[in-house]
């Protein structure tokens, strides 16, 4: 497999109230094998001074508390070199692409974009892509969450997998549960085209690269090409399912989804949306099943696919009224304002 770490990436993190894991990802990433990637960091106006402390963090000012856990240890200490150069936007001029010449007089400064608001997670990194796509520069678009630790080899082996492989359009890593280090979350997924369920693959893999049909967009490696082919995400969705709608539409374009197997990182499931499962992710969920529904399919297809999915929550109700009954209540209203939803953002690049 030939090395194409010359391949510029920019790896874009979204934080919205989450400083104390921004900055751990960030430190981690600063120590990674790749020669050529530049980190943007777009705050979804954060109500904690998020933009200050990471700021702070970058003149080696703020210090974050060390953790006793085995990833903090391997992959976040020793702390970088500090002060770390960096760059602040605001939403306007990011989207202007910056500015190019002060840019050329730091050598890969952190990029930090202040969002004029907490549009989700589609709405902050398509500010970031934008920036990207107006200064033209680059190769590989990576979304990682905030939340991440990285091993220092992630983002080689999966710039050399997407470089190697046949048309490929995006490419996905091995995730592990940051609190169960050898505990995998996501090792590749399978998106059912009937019940429209989505799963987890989380077992082990011998071979190095293998293909599938979702990709979480917890770790997720676009190739410029198909920014522009498909487009922007679809800030409809706020959060979940953004994901999976991408997924899908790059396959429907024609291209593949590969998971590099050997591409680790480890995710604190939940921090953005308070928990593995909460009232505020379960609304989002609920909501977002049936927009996706209503804006990939049609006709027999669209209403046979919604009868499924809607039966297939009947267990749900039962299973939350035992183990958490104000579920239920996002359920219901999730499930209503999916079907008052409506199709209309605007994909193109540029835009």
């Known amino acids: 497999m030939s090395d194409y770490t010359n391949k510029k990436v920019y790896i874009i993190l ?3 109230n989450g400083w104390q894991d921004t900055i751990e990802c960030l430190e981690s990433l600063y120590k990674i094998d790749y020669e050529n990637y530049q980190v ?5 106006d954060s109500s904690n ?28 200490l020793p702390y970088i070199e500090k002060p770390k150069e960096y760059i602040e936007y605001n939403y306007l001029q990011a989207l202007q692409g910056g500015d190019i010449e002060l840019e050329k007089k730091y050598q890969n400064p952190l990029i930090l974009i202040k969002s004029n608001k907490n549009g989700g997670f589609s709405y902050g990194n398509n500010i970031a892509i934008k920036y990207a796509l107006k200064k033209n520069d680059f190769d590989y678009i990576l979304l990682l969450n905030n939340d991440t630790i990285v091993d220092k080899l ?11 492989v046949y048309n490929a359009g995006i490419t996905g890593s091995k995730i ?5 280090p050898s505990k995998i979350w996501f090792n590749g997924g399978k998106y059912n085209n009937v019940s429209g369920r989505t799963v987890h ?3 082990e893999n011998k071979i190095a690269i293998s293909e599938c049909n979702f990709i979480t967009g917890c770790s997720m490696l676009i190739k410029k090409i198909l920014l522009k082919n498909v487009g922007l995400f679809d800030e409809n969705y706020f959060m979940y399912l953004e994901d999976l709608d991408y997924c899908y539409q790059t396959i429907r374009s024609g291209y593949k989804l590969y998971i590099a197997h050997n591409s680790i990182i480890w995710h604190k499931i939940g921090s953005s ?17 049936i927009y996706f529904r209503k804006k990939n399919y049609k006709g027999f297809k669209y209403q046979s696919i919604v009868m499924i999915y809607l039966l297939m ?5 039962i299973k939350w009224f035992f183990v958490r009954p104000s579920i239920i209540k996002q359920l219901y209203k999730g499930t209503r304002e999916g079907f008052k939803s409506e199709n209309d953002f605007d994909y193109r690049v540029g835009k």
């Open 273 to 289: 949306g308070g928990g593995e499962i909460s009232d505020f992710s379960a609304y989002w969920y609920y909501k977002n099943n």
């Open 154 to 164: 992630f983002l080689k082996e999966m710039v050399n997998t997407a470089e190697n």
């Open 313 to 317: 929550q009947f267990v749900s109700i």
């Open 176 to 180: 592990y549960y940051y609190n169960e």
């Open 14 to 16: 979204v934080n919205y």
């Open 201 to 203: 693959i989380k077992k």
């Open 40 to 44: 943007l960091v777009v705050d979804n």
């Open 49 to 76: 001074n998020s933009l200050e402390y990471i700021k702070s963090w970058a003149d080696g000012k703020t210090i974050i508390d060390e953790k006793d856990t085995t990833i903090y240890k391997k992959y976040v």
